[in-house]
């Protein structure tokens, strides 16, 4: 068992300090080590964060047991002092720090990765984020929030609101300029200044200027005939998709108004670190719009209401993973946990806000109820304290403390307890600095932003699907688009009439593992749960495939009754190393049997006809190669045969592969392993393979090739 009582912050995850003071005493024989070497940060910065968590006695396990948990460093770099800023104000605070990063940057002493802004509570964040935006700084914070703050999601944003309230100018005019349309702004500012006299939409004007007659003695509104084209554009397009959203989803609207633009097309024949963190940022924000439709539905209204209230909540239902490139890390103290950086700047550290204001317990609990130890002190304050201490040993090398007297409010806020408690100094020492007028006004003066620095490939395990595999060996680029930017794309009508089928056929075994039939309107239920408009072509088109589904279902439900199956293994994960560094992982549809006599089996919706077609498919299949391997490498041989169950036709493909059969696979694997590793994306365009590629449209060498 391994624990640290100091850097217990999770209780309302469980972890509670209790459990860490009462180990001993309910094992008893146990013994007691303690690791004092750190191998993470200088000896300044442990003896700063020693000094403040020893305002934890007596409810401490050094003080209880009588142990000495003072941290000794085995590291010699980092031999600054922990410093600490006091500003007069908040955007002072954030300048200063976004100005000491770009400096460092600029100047090649350090990497953007090598900073972390620590916060205490995520909406904090938002103004250290605009000053690193108005400092050219690379930066990721994991938080919704900080997804919104990205310049191609505000415009997305924009695009769903102006659809949704046609009398919203200001989204109008900010799709207008956009990189969609990008319409002169002499023109799009003289009819949003006529706008705002005259009390009509930007829409409005954008649809009557020509026919207006202006009063006598005022001039008649002339735009230029660039902009008059390019806004008309904007008036018909946003028009037309309303009118489309009645049958489709936010989401696709929106997907087909970007790829009409060729917003999508024009990142992806860009190769540059700024388009591909472009691309990215747009497909986490369709993740996130697939999400909010699933909870609240697709309609246009719903889902830009439900996005306004992510951005302002500052919710976190998507992880980012920007490894790819040097950002600055920005982030909650309790998300920092377990991590470490070469600098650390823990910001707004002012009283009320770190620690913050206890809050009441909505029902408190009397005393003779409670399983903790209660301390001695005040329970709130210790919580907070080890927090604080956990953010001041995420730095390896320097720490900065940060607050201002001013954060908007009337009152002068005062400097954190704990940054007095871990510098030993009285509050008296702390004035804020003014800030300098000269200062003030170069905020507004606008830096070179700094370029994306792609850093050099991972060298742990490279991580590998069935999936990922095929497409790579089909074509590189494709895995790119899928795997490494992760473009957006809707879903052909194909993967949801399949993926809907998989999950029925998978819902009904996982019940007869468990010793519950289902019956016939359970299995279209669940068929109906996982079904989705995306992709048809039209209400009829989706109608017909429905009712396809569903007969289809029913006669695997009669099969069933009349000669039931029972598989040893449903959706089951697995992961598996090839080398010591390339790591497969998916999961198998259905096994029959174990060990050597297995059968693993994958259901398919392709329509095939032919038995020897069916047989040919399933012996030439990488995706049931790959299960193959994976069974051996799981139980030690390989499976009896593998079967491609087509569900349209009925038919079964069956292969048995022997050791030598697999070898190309292997080989094949090795192969996507080195290409990708190496950043070999080169596309592979052939007539068949493009026409089914998901990314015909938005791929330069699709279009000019095939």
């Excluded at 500012?189 to 649809?207: C, E, G, P």
């Excluded at 932003?449 to 999936?467: E, K, T, Y």
Aim: a neutral charge; charged letters at 25%.
């Amino acid at each position: 068992v391994v624990a640290d009582d100091d850097q217990s912050i999770y209780k309302w995850r469980g972890a509670a300090i209790s459990n860490v003071l009462k180990f001993l005493e309910n094992y008893a024989s146990s013994r007691l080590v303690v690791l004092t070497h750190n191998f993470r940060s200088s000896q300044e910065i442990l003896d700063r964060a020693y000094r403040l968590v020893r305002h934890n006695d007596p409810d401490r396990l050094e003080v209880k047991k009588g142990v000495d948990k003072r941290l000794v460093a085995m590291s010699e770099r980092g031999k600054e002092p922990v410093r600490f800023q006091f500003f007069d104000t908040g955007s002072s605070e954030a300048d200063w720090v976004a100005r000491t990063i770009r400096d460092a940057v600029a100047t090649g002493r350090r990497k953007a990765s090598d900073f972390a802004i620590l916060v205490r509570v995520k909406r904090e964040a938002d103004a250290f984020l605009r000053a690193l935006n108005v400092a050219g700084v690379p930066w990721q914070f994991s938080g919704a929030s900080g997804l919104f703050a990205r310049e191609e999601c505000k415009m997305l944003v924009s695009c769903l609101r102006a659809l949704a309230d046609p009398e919203d100018s200001l989204s109008w005019f900010h799709v207008a300029s956009s990189p969609l349309y990008a319409a002169p702004m002499h023109d799009l500012a003289l009819l949003m200044a006529k706008a705002k006299r005259t009390n009509f939409s930007l829409r409005h004007w954008i649809a009557t200027w020509e026919a207006f007659t202006p009063p006598e003695g005022e001039a008649k509104i002339s735009l230029s005939e660039s902009g008059a084209a390019c806004l008309k554009q904007v008036f018909e397009d946003i028009t037309r998709l309303l009118e489309q959203s009645r049958r489709r989803s936010a989401g696709q609207v929106l997907y087909q108004w970007l790829t009409e633009r060729g917003f999508l097309a024009s990142l992806t024949r860009v190769e540059s670190s700024e388009s591909v963190a472009q691309l990215q940022n747009t497909a986490r924000f369709f993740e996130q719009l697939r999400r909010v439709e699933e909870m609240v539905g697709g309609s246009i209204a719903e889902v830009s209401h439900h996005v306004e209230l992510l951005e302002a909540l500052g919710e976190e239902p998507v992880e980012e993973d920007d490894a790819w490139a040097e950002r600055v890390n920005v982030m909650t103290v309790h998300k920092s946990k377990g991590l470490e950086f070469p600098v650390v700047f823990m910001v707004g550290l002012i009283q009320g806000r770190f620690p913050g204001n206890r809050r009441a317990e909505p029902i408190e609990l009397p005393i003779e109820l409670i399983a903790d130890i209660l301390p001695e002190g005040d329970y709130h304050l210790q919580e907070e304290r080890r927090l604080f201490y956990v953010g001041m040993t995420r730095a390896q090398e320097e720490l900065y403390l940060t607050a201002a007297a001013n954060y908007g409010g009337k009152s002068t806020r005062k400097p954190s307890v704990f940054v007095l408690e871990a510098l030993g100094i009285p509050a008296s020492a702390f004035k804020p600095s003014p800030s300098d007028p000269h200062a003030l006004i170069a905020r507004s003066a606008v830096p070179e932003p700094l370029p994306l620095v792609v850093r050099p490939p991972s060298s742990g395990p490279l991580r590998l699907d069935p999936h990922g595999i095929d497409d790579y060996l089909t074509c590189p680029l494709r895995y790119r688009y899928s795997h490494v930017l992760r473009v957006p794309v809707l879903k052909h009508h194909w993967i949801v009439f399949g993926l809907s089928m998989h999950r029925a056929i998978e819902a009904f075994f996982v019940r007869r593992l468990a010793g519950r039939e289902m019956s016939e309107a359970e299995l279209m239920a669940e068929f109906e749960k996982h079904w989705s408009s995306e992709g048809f072509l039209t209400r009829e088109h989706e109608t017909l495939r429905l009712e396809q589904g569903k007969g289809i279902l029913k006669q695997f439900y009669s099969q069933q009754k009349e000669a039931p199956e029972k598989p040893t293994l449903i959706e089951e994960r697995f992961r598996f190393l090839v080398e010591p560094n390339i790591q497969i992982s998916g999961r198998f549809d259905r096994v029959d049997g174990s060990g050597a006599e297995a059968t693993i089996i994958d259901y398919k919706t392709s329509d095939v006809r032919e038995q020897k077609a069916a047989d040919k498919r399933a012996r030439e299949s990488s995706q049931m190669q790959v299960y193959a391997l994976a069974w051996k490498a799981l139980q030690g041989s390989l499976p009896q045969a593998v079967e491609l169950r087509f569900l349209l036709t009925g038919l079964t493909g069956r292969a048995q592969y022997k050791e030598e059969d697999l070898q190309e696979t292997l080989d094949s694997i090795q192969t996507a392993a080195q290409g990708i590793r190496q950043g070999n994306f080169q596309a592979k365009p052939e007539i068949i393979a493009c026409q089914q590629c998901p990314f015909q449209g938005i791929c330069p060498h699709a279009a000019s090739k095939c």
